[in-house]
């Protein structure tokens, strides 16, 4: 009896300490409180806390972040909500569900401040300003560079080699339909060889033993023979991942080596644009303009590359050392127009499914 | 009954009534002829085929590898018992991005199988059934386990004293004795791989797809409301059927044993048989348990200048970056912890209300009842968090920011185990004793107070922890509406995986090995307060 009087005691004590703790978590309710302007992203959306608090510093309003999963989710749950939004402003809309976002009519008109540092080719709704771009990303095939210097073989560079004898069994990518590098590497594809060429190509590197998995975390941790996590142990030295993905491998490594370990087949990029919009309904309107405004400004604009790793939106803009020293410049992206990407993009997925992964 | 009836319309039914309905209603028509069209797909049947055949296969696999291990933890006293026990259950309660990153690491491309027989199992249906017994181990040797280790052995000598075989006795009387828990112990196994998600994600590949990923790819990246409106019914009507023939099973159990003491039937093993089948159960346990998770562990420490606590040490230091990425692992711990704790509370108050409420009374509505409170088990987490979405949203019910919407989804997975613990314990209270109580003159709750809460505080407590468990390891509806700047562990761990380099998946592994280490203490704890009465988990 006295054990069981002891044990009960201590989880009595226990969960009172849990529930003090819990109580002390608690303090984030928030109220429609008008000093505060709620930002609504996906998961990979971070800033700095300082530049955000500079934000606050300069225009009294304090951000709150929301974020709703990958970026199709968080797309899909704000047209979801589009009754009642979640909050005032939305980022993270790219180019491949843009016209989703824009035939839902989710966003309010306005024209942030600083839109003419941004280059054209990245204001995809510059008619009507309801989405502002604020970075970009290319999707691209990594290759691991140990591997092709013991192999004394070549690394490829375009969507065309890849088909080469050379490269047989090496390449690994991922499920168009279920991971957003995939599409995009499809999508890629496609601008390349167009809707009529696509499939011919699919086929060509299906017979060229490409591997397909669900998503980017077992493509690149565990597949990828350039990746450090997987400590070199994965067997395809091409992978479909990003081009900022080789700035990131020399993170935390010490000496700096002279360039990293992977690099990018420059050739075979698909170029993802970012946008962010006011949201209609939105409870701050005039807060929300601010935000867009600031998101567009050199300080938020400076902070992206390393936050996020993808580039800014404006030209004018610092990209740090990183980047420039290890990180590649892609002159010719592939690009799809946004209406085309969402009358399609079931279709595609479909007639790529049934090509490649039966 | 009033509280958890009214809990459950409102955070659990009314939200999917809402996104089921709106997929099924469009501009106020009923889409009914979607449905005949979904279901004739050819691809929504293969997938519909190969979610009940992998269910089908992964729980018989549990079953022949899981039931000698029941036999041992019953039968058997041997030392680190209590602490095998808890590591056992520990796979149960860790979230699948954990687990996937260790078993891609055991059997994927390069993984420990690879380099020593280059035997690689990853995307192929092998690992997902392995990985389905990894994790449902723990309710095989718990539900079966826990019965046999009550049941009798003098029962078995008997049938042998009498001129029976020993395998005669074995199917004669223990066999019949155990099948309900069996039964059971199946049933619970065909519902958590039936609605398989992550581990089919992640260690199935492409060529796999289950009801529930399909639901998740439909809802979440299509946008396909209609179709995942007619696939969660279909998994719906699977899952009540599941939950109907459990708890049929369940009654029979309780109604024809009598059960002793589980101290008084364990003793050592005698003779080489019974030493070797410990041995092997304990040489299984560790290939299929402890391993994947000692791959966990080891990742976390081997850094890039060798081992050391360089990850560790970069999970410290991100408390003072500036970043809204970084979270100090000590602040994701607290808010595991403080969630944890708030939706182990509710649970408790739910659970324990609705199965005082279902020990009291009979009937058809009370069981519909029973079976409703299991649902959220078979319910996808993106339905539910999408149904948040539509319906929590406005005052005063728009919890959609609020602190407590993780807690209150977390408690939706936790009340379950609170009422499969507590009720067999609470029906085991002998009526008299309340009415006794009653003729006294106590009061309903003084009764509670005085008769049922001493003899089930042991129970309540297990309770406590299950629920506690299982919401430190909730992912799938957490990651939907934890915000950002309080992520929980499982939460910062699937972000550290989502980005390259060493760094950041050094971390997510050891971010996993605290989950994992704070899991295993809560089971441990747990141990120490064992009840006599097993539970149904």
Redesign the interface.
Known sequence: MST?RR??VT?LA??AG??A??A???G???SADPKTV?LVSH????????V?EEFTRQTGYKV???????A??AV??A???KA?P?GDVFFGIDNTLLS?GLKEGIFSPYQAKGLESVPEELQLDKAQHRVTPVDYGDTCVNYDRAYFTEHKIAPPRTFDDLLKPEYKGLLVTE?S??SSPGLAFQLGTIARYGESGWQDYWKKLKANGVE???????A????FSG?????????KPLVV??AS?PP??V???KPEPEEAPTGVATGTCFRQTEFAGLLKGAKNEKGGKALLDFLLSKKFQEDVPL?M?VNPARTDVKVPELFTKYGEKIDKPGTVAPEKITENR?RWIKQW?SLV?K | MALPLVFFALFFAYPVVAIVGRGLKDGGQWQLGRAGEVLSDPDVLHVLWFTVWQAAASTGLTLLIALPGAYVFARFEFPGKKLLRSVVAVPFVLPTVVVG?AF?ALI????VL?DLWGVRL??SVWAILLAHVFFNYAVVVRTVGGLWSQLDPRQEEAARVLGASRRQAWFRVTLPALAPAVAAAALMVFLFTFTSFGVV??L????FSTLEVEIY?Q??????LPTAAVLTLLQFAAVLALLALHAWTVRRREATLTLVDPARTARRPQGAGQWALLWGTLVVITLLLVVPLAVLVERSF?G?DGYGLTFYR?LESAASM????AVAPLNAL??S??????A??IALVVGGLAAAALTRRGGRLVRGFDALLMLPLGVSAVTVG?GF??TL??PPLDL?????LV?LAQALVGVPFVVRTMLPVLRAVDERLREAAAVLGASPWRVWREVDLPLV??AL?IA?GFAFAVSLGEFGAT??IA????PTLPVAVA?L??????????QAMALSTILMVVCAGALL?LE??RTDQAGEF
């Open positions: 069981t044990a009960t989880a226990v969960a849990l529930t703790l819990a002390c978590g608690s984030g309710g928030e709620t998961d990979s959306f971070n800033a700095s806390k300082s955000l709150n972040v929301l974020k709703g999963g990958d199709g989710k899909n749950q047209i979801l909500s009642n979640q989703r499920n339909a279920t397909v998995v669900d998503g980017w975390e077992q690149y941790n565990e597949r990746s450090a996590a997987g400590k070199g142990k994965g067997d991942s990003y993905s990131v491998e993170l935390g490594k936050q790793f079931e499914s992964l | 990153s891609l994927g491309r390069g993984g690879d990853d995307t994600q992640i199935g590949g492409p060529g790819r809802t979440a990246d299509f946008l396909d081997a890039p970069a500036d970043s809204t990425f607290r808010n912890l403080a969630y944890g704790a708030a182990t509370l999408f979405l539509i949203d406005e959609r920011s609020s602190w407590w807690p505080r042991r407590l406590a990651v939907f915000r950002p700047d309080n972000r995986l989502g980005r390259a380099g060493e760094l950041n998946y050094g704890a120490r307060v």
